[in-house]
């Protein structure tokens, strides 16, 4: 079945240092979502990216989709402790545009 | 508003015995989702209901696991003899039709 690759699966970095997680998937999507698990939490929906190319900020986070829409980035400038989470990414499942399928995440831990 | 509630948030039972999971979804979802979530690990898809069309159940892992939802609102996830592998957070979540989905906090199962 349809599957995302997600990379890395841990992530520890220094407060101040940037981190960068990325999906990957073997068919073309027709879009991608991005959620964050706090540690104890439930997951919380940060972006969505349907355009090739497609480039969307918020704050210190960067959120890419590539041009072939095979893959995707987020990128986070300057970590801080308030950071610290799982970041999920999720695509529509080919055959049933409600359902997503999720990368198993990246979890990141900050050092301050 | 109120966002996607779960009962209950803990719930401890022995092997063997059935329990009832229940969700309450955001007033207006039309879509509502129930996934498996074992500790540090990603989202089990379990079961999807979208308005009044046949659930799709392909997630469900075994004939010991059963959802309905009355009234096209709230949600009971059952699950009938309790083994320990059943263990985890049980995740609720609900969606207007637009892809982007809202959590609950969760259930989490353990069986003794």
């Known amino acids: 079945g349809q599957q995302v690759m997600q990379i890395p699966q841990y992530q520890h970095v220094q407060e101040g240092e940037d981190f960068t997680t990325y999906c990957n998937s073997s068919?073309?999507?027709?879009?991608i979502q991005w959620y964050k698990q706090r540690p104890g939490g439930h997951p919380v929906f940060l972006i969505q990216?349907?355009?090739s190319g497609e480039v969307k900020k918020q704050k210190r986070l960067t959120f890419q989709f590539g041009e072939a829409k095979k893959n995707s980035s987020l990128h986070i400038t300057a970590t801080q402790t308030t950071d610290v989470g799982t970041y999920f990414c999720?695509?529509?499942?080919?055959?049933?545009?409600?359902?997503?399928?999720w990368g198993l995440g990246t979890s990141l831990a900050v050092n301050p | 508003g109120a966002g996607v509630s779960q009962s209950p948030s803990n719930k401890v039972t022995e092997k063997g015995k059935d329990v009832e999971l229940r969700c309450d979804p955001i007033?207006?979802?039309?879509?509502l989702y129930w996934y498996r979530q074992s500790l540090g690990q990603g989202l089990e898809f379990l079961i999807y209901?979208?308005?009044?069309?046949?659930?799709?159940k392909s997630g469900l892992p075994s004939d010991r696991f059963s959802a309905e939802r009355t009234g096209g609102s709230v949600s009971t996830l059952t699950i009938q003899r309790t083994q320990q592998e059943d263990s985890a957070v049980y995740l609720c979540?609900?969606?207007?039709?637009?892809?982007?989905?809202?959590f609950g906090p969760g259930t989490r199962l353990t069986v003794l």
């Open positions: 979540a609900s969606s207007r039709g637009a892809p982007e989905q809202f």
């Open positions: 007033s207006g979802h039309t879509a």
């Open positions: 209901f979208q308005g009044n069309s046949a659930p799709d």
């Open positions: 068919t073309t999507l027709s879009n």
């Open positions: 990216l349907v355009k």
């Open positions: 999720a695509v529509l499942n080919a055959g049933n545009n409600r359902k997503l399928i």
